[in-house]
Structures are given as structure tokens and as C-alpha cells.
């Protein structure tokens, strides 16, 4: 697809054009994958951020925000339940927190590692060192989701504190593929001063870094930032963008996201029929899922979880797809 290909695409509002690419995104993920769909337990382990990201709830300056940290038996704890319910992976997210020292962190995954050898172990700590990162795949990590936000620079200095960069963060991706981490990219949709120009950067950043996973979102404000008060990514851009990722990226793993699901009830079915094939289903207590609060109206479903799995996978089938809960690693 050319440049404007891509851009007529994102502008349109033709529902034919619209449901095409979505069933040439399906198409393409089925040739690829099957029809399956595949499943991650999510852990939340802290809320506490030394960045200042201007979108981001958990962000340092909200002082409104409760912080919590899971201990190490907390996380195997979420773990045993996930294991239980048959996941395969593990997604380890949270804030940049200083008290998750690398050590600490390689800790976490040997301790999880050992207790579940088979699983997938999948981290989302935040920049760190390439020492750092080729410490956490010694100890077991196998994948990392990094999201680049936005390929275009000037645009990342605008929903970032000056101290942090795009070059350091495509550093850190460079660094995450080279150790051979199966490496999540991804960009938030209608985040402020956003325009078509830099989605297309996004896509052509992503055609290019060729990551294993892309994750996909609508901005959503938070009231305590300082984005709070500014308009919340659509619905529709959203599945465009990630129809359009799937096309230019065909193996990709790409979530149905949370946040997809938070601002309109079947968004997350709707993902999946624009291309998407992964379901994140939260694991965290329900207590401290709450305070992972990096935007408002989160979902929150799920506190009985075996019951919330038999719900979703009946939505997965219902739209003709199937739940898969082996390790779903990148082909
Ligand atoms: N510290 C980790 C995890 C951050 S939270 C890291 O740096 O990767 C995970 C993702 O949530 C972020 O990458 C960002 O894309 C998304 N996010 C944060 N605030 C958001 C908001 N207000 N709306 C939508 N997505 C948001």
C-alpha cells in the first residue's frame, strides 16, 4: 500500500471501504494464525512511575492516585490462578518503578519461571538498560512490550516530559530484538496533537522494526493529568489502525485492547473482527487493578475469573473464532 492509500483509509468514513479492510485484515490473519485467538493472563504488579508521561494516570506528579506494589508471592500467586484458568502466558506490566530493581525483576521471573517452565513469560517494565534486559532473558523472560507511543519525535515531545526521547526508546526496541525477545511495539490512536501523518508514521515505523506484537490503542484521558480534559481516541480510528497494522504486518500478535473495551462494550469483539488475535484478560487483584488507573473509566470486569474466561470464550466463538490458550508465540 502506498503513502496515500494508507492516508485515504484512515480518513474515510465510507462503510463499504470500511468493512473491506476489515475483512482483508481478517483474512490475512487467518491465512497466518487460523482462526484461533489466542489468550494472556495480565499482572499489574505496581503503580508507582518515576516518569512523567502527560497522558498516563499512573504518571509521578498524580498525587491523587492511591500507589500499591505486588510482592513476589502476590505475582506467583496471579500466576497459580492464571495456570489454573490454562493460560499459557504471563504479562508482567507496570510503572517504572525504582523499587523493582533488575535484580528484583529477574527474581520475579526465575521464581516464575521455575514454578511454570512451559509458560510464556512476558515483561512490560519500561526502559531499562540492555544489561538489564539480556538479565531478565537470561533469567527466562521471552517477550517484551515496549510501545513506541509515536514514530514521529516532535509529536513524542508533546505527550512527554523533555527528559525522556524517541531515540532512547527505539534503542531500548533495537536492544529487546537483538537479545531475542519476541518485541511488542505499538502507538496510542487520537492521542492530542495526533494527525493522520503520524499514524502513518506509526505504521510505516512498525512495517519497517517488523515487531512480533503490536499493541493498539485509543488514548483515553485520566482526569488528574494534564491531558485530562482533552477529547479520547474513536472507536472506529482505532480498528482502522489496527486493520491497517495487520495488512502491513500479517504475523503479528495484536490485542483486542483493554482499553478498546473500556470505551464502548463489544470493542473488543469489534477488534477481533478488524484483525486483532489476542485477548489480555486481567489477573490482578481487584483492589489494585482499580489504582492501575492510567485512564479513566477502565475496564473492570472479571473478579470471579474462571466465569469471566467462560464469558469470553463464548464471545470468541460467538463471532465464529476460536479461544486458544496454548503459548500463541509469534510465527
Ligand atoms: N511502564 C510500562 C507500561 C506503561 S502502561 C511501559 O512503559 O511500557 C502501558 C501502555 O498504556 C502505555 O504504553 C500506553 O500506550 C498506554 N497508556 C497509558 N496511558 C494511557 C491513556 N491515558 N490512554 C490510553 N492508553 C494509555
Known sequence: MNDSEILHLIATENADEIESLFARACEVREAHYGKSIYFRGLIEFTNYCKNDCYYCGIRRSNAKLERYRLSLDDITDCC???????????????????????????????????EFPDCAITLSAGER????????????????????????????????????NLASRMLCLRDLKEIGYQVGAGCMVGSPYQTPEHLLAD????????????????????????????????????LKMIALTRL?????????????????????????????????????????????????????????????????EAMVRGIGLVPDLSRGDAC
Open 248 to 312: 502491513l504486518l500479517p504475523q503479528a500478535l495484536i490485542p483486542a485492547t483493554t482499553a478498546l473495551g473500556s470505551i464502548t462494550p463489544n470493542g473488543r469483539e469489534l477488534a477481533l473482527q478488524a484483525g486483532a488475535n489476542i485477548i489480555m484478560p486481567n489477573l490482578t487483584p481487584l483492589t489494585a487493578r482499580t489504582l492501575y488507573a492510567i485512564y479513566d473509566h477502565k475496564l473492570n470486569a472479571g473478579d470471579d475469573a474462571l466465569e469471566y474466561q467462560r464469558y469470553l
Open 203 to 238: 505504521l510505516r515505523f512498525m512495517e519497517t522494526f517488523r515487531p512480533h506484537m503490536a499493541g493498539i490503542g485509543p488514548f483515553l484521558p485520566q482526569k488528574d493529568t494534564p491531558f485530562g480534559m482533552e477529547p479520547g481516541g474513536t472507536v472506529q480510528l482505532s
Open 80 to 114: 497459580r490462578a492464571g495456570a489454573k484458568l490454562g493460560y499459557k502466558t504471563f504479562v508482567l506490566q507496570g510503572g517504572e518503578d525504582p523499587f523493582f530493581t533488575d535484580t528484583r525483576i529477574a527474581e520475579i521471573v526465575s521464581a516464575i519461571r521455575g
Open 129 to 164: 538498560s540492555r544489561q538489564a534486559y539480556e538479565l531478565f532473558f537470561r533469567a527466562g523472560a521471552n517477550r517484551y512490550l515496549l510501545r513506541h507511543e509515536t514514530a514521529t519525535e516532535s509529536h513524542y515531545a508533546q505527550l512527554h516530559p523533555p527528559c525522556m
